[in-house]
């Protein structure tokens, strides 16, 4: 199928649906919810379609006036600017429309559950991992993003062995959901007194929060086990049994919750994180096939690769998936992302066009 053809199928279907929802029986139940969606989801295809389509049909009169040699020269010389701005422009139109056109990732929209862990490194790796998330923070912040932390687990010198944190806005997973897999650091350590360079990482984890609509929970697949929370070593911080650990019995996923002094409130939590990890694994089952014959692009979002190093020496940040990088470390570390996130869903989207030309 031709672009044009696509593109008047897109219409088409526009127009049989705004035609369906003006009609008197359209009603409000079900139906009504997800062809009004459908509708306002395409509304932007085809505006974009219809400044393109006006574009190429300015394009063709003008090319008409500058063809007539009898009409006056002043006029031609007008129509032939016009002409080659829009020459110009056309081409934007139309990688936008294309870019419009791509199945939809249908977690764009979630908000998303964020995991850091410490890897290999030790209080090097923890403390990494602290400071990636104050990374996350500050990206949300200035993106007026809410952060909630789920879980935290320190240690004595402000590391942070495992944190996992809710972040909620407007297209939280579309951006962040390049972050899954190790991220590695290169740096002198504060605890290293002969001033070498040590390499340590941290894996982080980005999954679209699912709703309960999204993933369904038997509760006879859980079970659910209460014990008393504990502090960093090993200090009660609790006198009552209030942390709850939640074991998914067919998949064997298992979450725990403690930072809170209510179990039921840790139950919330960690069911948000289980429906979460629950919702990214079917994803990523579906997507298997796909997510293969991509890898070699942005990849696959597995935890176990190494997507990016930040060189503190040289004050740089490389992002090996798409061979980039940046000398602008501080900036990063302080929340400054959208050079990295741009240019890595730039580089999904030109997959997307590849595979779909």
């Known amino acids: 199928m031709s672009l044009e053809e696509k593109l008047d199928g897109v219409v088409s279907r526009y127009e049989e649906l705004r035609d369906l929802l003006a009609s008197a029986d359209a009603g409000a139940g079900k139906d009504f919810a997800r062809l009004s969606k459908e509708l306002s989801d395409l509304s932007e295809v085809v505006a974009g379609i219809t400044a393109l389509r006006q574009a190429q049909a300015e394009m063709a009169d003008l ?11 002043e006029m031609r010389g007008l129509a032939e600017e016009e ?6 422009r056309v081409p934007d139109l139309e990688r936008q429309v294309q870019l419009s056109l791509l199945p939809k990732d249908e977690a764009d929209e979630k908000n998303a559950i964020l995991e850091i862990r410490a890897g290999t490194g030790g209080d090097e790796a923890a403390l990494f991992a602290a400071d990636l998330f104050r990374m996350y ?22 590391g942070y062995k495992e944190v996992i944190a809710s972040i909620t806005g407007r297209g939280v997973f579309a951006r962040l959901k390049f972050e899954s897999g190790v991220h590695r650091v290169q740096r002198v350590p504060v605890t290293e007194s002969g ?6 990482a941290a894996t982080v984890a980005v999954l679209p929060e699912a709703e309960e609509v999204d993933v369904e929970v038997d509760e006879k697949d859980l079970r659910i086990d209460v014990f008393r929370a504990s502090g960093p070593g090993g200090q009660s911080v609790n006198t009552t049994d209030s942390a709850v650990r939640i074991t998914h019995l067919p998949t064997g996923i298992v979450v725990s ?42 990849g696959s979002g597995d935890r176990s690769e190494r997507i990016r190093t930040y060189n ?40 997307l066009l590849a595979e779909v030309g």
């Open 83 to 88: 002409f080659l701005a829009l020459k110009e």
């Open 137 to 158: 923070q500050r990206y949300a912040e200035d993106h007026k993003w809410k952060m909630e932390v789920l879980e935290l687990s320190e240690t004595g010198i402000g």
């Open 195 to 200: 001033g070498r360079i040590h390499t340590s």
């Open 63 to 73: 090319a008409e006036m500058m063809a007539d040699t009898g009409s006056d020269p």
């Open 312 to 351: 503190f020496p040289q004050g740089r940040v490389t992002d090996h998936r798409i061979n980039l990088t940046l000398h602008k470390l501080d900036r990063v570390m302080d929340g400054d992302l959208d050079d990295l996130i741009d240019a890595l869903v730039a580089d999904d989207q030109a997959a």
């Open 257 to 298: 919750q403690q930072d809170e002094k209510s179990q039921h409130k840790n139950k919330a939590k960690a069911m948000r994180v289980l429906r979460a990890r629950l919702y990214e694994r079917e994803r990523q089952m579906r997507d298997a096939e796909r997510a293969a014959a991509r890898k070699g692009q942005v």
